[in-house]
């Protein structure tokens, strides 16, 4: 009998995973990139937060009666709009949608009921929405898109100016949370942000911003991103909760 109370699912043997994922309320994948994050922060941030943040989900699943498995983290992501900054590695989005399929097929040959993937870099979300489709059309199995800073924009909006969005004060704030070491205080400036044309365009992140960053990482704070994963964690565990109620 297995008796843990979250479940990382490259930590379970084949006979903990058989049992494990058939009784699963949810699987999740963590969606995440590799890719510049300005001068201030590392390669990894969406990886680090899509590690950390899931497994604060995980760990507060028990509170609402929700039983969770984790999937590795998918390091790579869509990031060509980043690849004019040296670092960047970026799947094509045909390619990301193949794999992420594969992995959804695999999970459903295993007895998984519903599959979560949890994302955690924009660039991803067009290709995901049509991986989704695709598993749900082709295995019958309920598959959802869950986009970590939707469940935070308002509280990050409440607590700093408008503009934020890439190696910001919101982002710092969390890799300054889970892994302090990793941010390069002094490199730590505020981008000047380039004008936008009035017509929506595809655009290299080197056309928006000289650092590579949107937003004002000078504000970043460890406290604030104390609270905000509280807060959004607790809201996302109530979302998966309700999404079981009502399908
Ligand atoms: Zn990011």
Request: proline share 5%; hydrophobic share 40%; aromatic share 10%.
């Amino acid at each position: 009998m297995v008796i843990y109370v979250f479940w990382k699912l490259d930590e379970l043997t084949w006979e903990e995973a058989g049992e494990v994922l058939r009784k699963a309320d949810f699987v999740i994948l963590p969606a995440a990139s590799l890719e510049q994050h300005g001068k201030h922060l590392p390669l990894s941030v969406d990886s680090i937060r899509a590690d950390y943040l899931v497994d604060e989900v995980l760990k507060m699943s028990d509170k609402y009666g929700l039983k969770l498995v984790k999937l590795p983290v998918l390091t790579y992501g869509c990031s060509e709009h980043h690849m004019n900054f040296p670092g960047t590695i970026t799947i094509k989005p045909e390619n990301y949608i193949s794999l992420v399929y594969d992995i959804g097929v695999s999970l459903h040959r295993h007895g998984v009921k519903r599959f979560v993937i949890m994302n955690f870099h924009g660039g991803n979300l067009a290709p995901l929405n049509i991986a989704i489709q695709r598993i749900r059309k082709d295995t019958g199995m309920k598959t959802y898109l869950l986009h970590w800073t939707s469940f935070a924009r308002d509280i990050i909006n409440a607590w700093t100016e408008p503009g934020w969005g890439h190696a910001c004060e919101h982002e710092t704030s969390i890799v300054l949370l889970y892994r302090p070491e990793l941010v390069r205080r002094e490199k730590i400036v505020k981008p000047i942000i380039k004008p936008r044309p009035p017509i929506s365009s595809f655009r290299y992140f080197d056309e928006i911003t000289d650092t590579g960053g949107i937003g004002d990482p000078t504000r970043s704070s460890a406290e604030f991103a104390k609270k905000l994963v509280e807060q959004v964690t607790d809201r996302i565990l109530k979302a998966l909760k309700e999404t079981l109620e009502v399908d």
